[in-house]
């Protein structure tokens, strides 16, 4: 089934570095999202990017969108300690009765050093 | 967090016994979902609702019941049946349900349940 695959599993940084998370997918999407999820705790949506954008901002972050790649990227600049979480990208799908579906990958671990 | 609310918190079953996990949201939201999450996994599609008085199974409903009959509560029972229960729960909802112009989905707290 069709799902976004986010690389690396696991990133550590400094404070004030920029960090970079990439999602894979492998059918054609209408959207894409990205989520954080704190330790223990429920998602948080952090943006969406539709299938006909390139590009979107958000406060420090952006996100890239390469449909020919089947690929997004979230760029977190100048990390902070409250940056550490995990974050997820979110596809949409179908489900076997035919109705649109989120299919999340793994997630990426993000731990931001003081 | 937003304005769903889940609980408990925290919940202990032993095995052999249905439990109820509660998801209520105050956000006027048509659709509701339920997901399951498991330690370093993304998150696996319960059951989702679109609207009062309906829903539908999502990718891993076996074991699993719930009921939408108002639009603020959309409860969780985790049969006997479900054979590996112990994993964290989520519930969210989005303004309308899925198709085009899919939206965000809010999310609960989440209820961690752990077999005994």
């Known amino acids: 089934s069709q799902q976004g695959e986010e690389d690396p599993q696991a990133l550590s940084i400094q404070e004030g570095e920029n960090a970079t998370m990439n999602c894979s997918y492998k059918t054609s999407i209408n959207n894409l999202q990205w989520y954080r999820q704190n330790s223990g705790r429920g998602l948080v949506h952090l943006i969406l990017?539709?299938?006909?954008?390139r590009e979107k901002h958000s406060g420090r972050l952006r996100v890239t969108l390469d449909t020919s790649k089947k690929s997004s990227s979230l760029l977190i600049t100048a990390s902070r300690a409250a940056d550490t979480a995990s974050y997820f990208c979110a596809t949409d799908a179908w489900t076997q009765g035919g109705s649109e579906k989120l299919v999340f990958g793994k997630g990426t671990k993000l731990t931001v050093n003081p | 967090d937003g304005g769903i609310t889940q609980s408990p918190k925290y919940l202990f079953r032993k095995e052999g016994q249905n439990v109820t996990l509660s998801c209520e949201q105050n956000l006027n939201h048509d659709a509701m979902y339920w997901y399951r999450q498991d330690p370093g996994q993304g998150l696996r599609l319960i059951y989702y609702?679109?609207?009062?008085?309906?829903?539908q199974k999502g990718d891993i409903a076996e074991g699993y019941s719930v009921s939408r009959e108002k639009k603020e509560s959309f409860p969780l029972t985790v049969t006997s049946a479900q054979k590996n229960p112990t994993a964290f729960y989520l519930c969210?909802?989005?303004?309308?349900?899925?198709?085009?112009?899919?939206?965000?989905?809010?999310f609960g707290p989440g209820t961690r349940l752990t077999v005994l």
């Open positions: 969210a909802s989005s303004p309308t349900g899925p198709g085009v112009g899919y939206n965000e989905q809010f």
């Open positions: 609702s679109q609207i009062v008085n309906d829903f």
């Open positions: 990017i539709r299938s006909n954008e």
